[in-house]
């Protein structure tokens, strides 16, 4: 009878401590880690990569800067030769043919930095995709635009501050850049994709910058809204949070 006993005894324990264990929940795996660290380091790549595109960008410009005042150069002689009361044929000729190597040139030029930006562009997009499928679990602010930006905007890579905060999807602020060029912005933000048009104090709405707010950074393009003759018609911008939101 004893001995049945301690068999019952031990069944029952058994059976317990299988049904406890039955019951204990397993221990949480982190949802879709391999993943996350697929995007997390794709993430970074583009974030390189678009350094090697800003630097590109910059570089092309000055190529199209360089080749336009030649052309500005061969025309200015060309100018002065006709200024007179009469001009070799051979000397016309001679820089007319100039004038056409150099307005090609300048084209090419040209169509390279609409090249790089398209580049950038794509690049923003596609850093603005993968931080869209991170979405929360980086830890982003509810409100990752408020507050004072050091800004760089080129050409000519001149620095500036931006005021801006966040209403909902509305965005408003002003700017000041060295040289005392100042005024207000109104756009929007979606996700994590910014769009803003510039209203200068003097010319009016004379800008739209759209770029991508990543973690306290800004990287994007501007596209003047007239072509001014020698100024320049677009390029890129980068903008670094100075303090945390009120």
């Not at 800004?151 to 909902?168: E, I, M, S």
């Not at 100042?182 to 104090?201: H, K, P, Q, Y």
Request: charged share 25%; proline share 4%; no cysteine.
């Amino acid at each position: 009878m004893i001995r049945t006993s301690l068999v019952l005894l031990l069944v029952a324990a058994t059976l317990g401590l299988a049904l406890a264990q039955q019951s204990t929940p397993p221990a949480p795996v982190p949802a879709e880690s391999p993943a996350r660290a697929q995007i997390e380091t794709d993430l970074r790549l583009e974030r390189r990569l678009l350094t090697l595109d800003l630097a590109a960008y910059r570089g092309a410009r000055d190529r199209e800067r360089s080749a336009r005042e030649r052309v500005d150069e061969v025309s200015g002689r060309l100018d002065q030769a006709l200024a007179g009361d009469a001009v070799a044929l051979g000397t016309l000729e001679g820089l007319h043919d100039e004038l056409s190597i150099a307005r090609a040139a300048a084209g090419t030029a040209s169509e390279r930095v609409d090249y790089q930006l398209l580049r950038l562009q794509d690049r923003l997009r596609q850093i603005g995709f993968l931080e869209g499928e991170l979405g929360g679990r980086q830890g982003v602010r509810a409100d990752p635009v408020t507050g004072r930006w050091r800004v760089r905007v080129a050409p000519p890579d001149r620095p500036g501050v931006f005021d801006l905060r966040l209403d909902g999807a509305v965005v408003t602020g002003s700017y000041r850049m060295e040289g005392g060029a100042s005024g207000s912005f109104r756009g929007t933000l979606s996700g994590n994709v910014l769009r803003m048009e510039r209203i200068d104090a003097v010319r009016g709405f004379d800008a739209t910058f759209t770029g991508t707010v990543v973690n306290g950074r800004i990287s994007g393009i501007w596209t003047a809204t007239e072509l001014a003759s020698g100024e320049p018609a677009q390029g890129a911008w980068t903008a670094v949070q100075e303090s945390e939101q009120p």
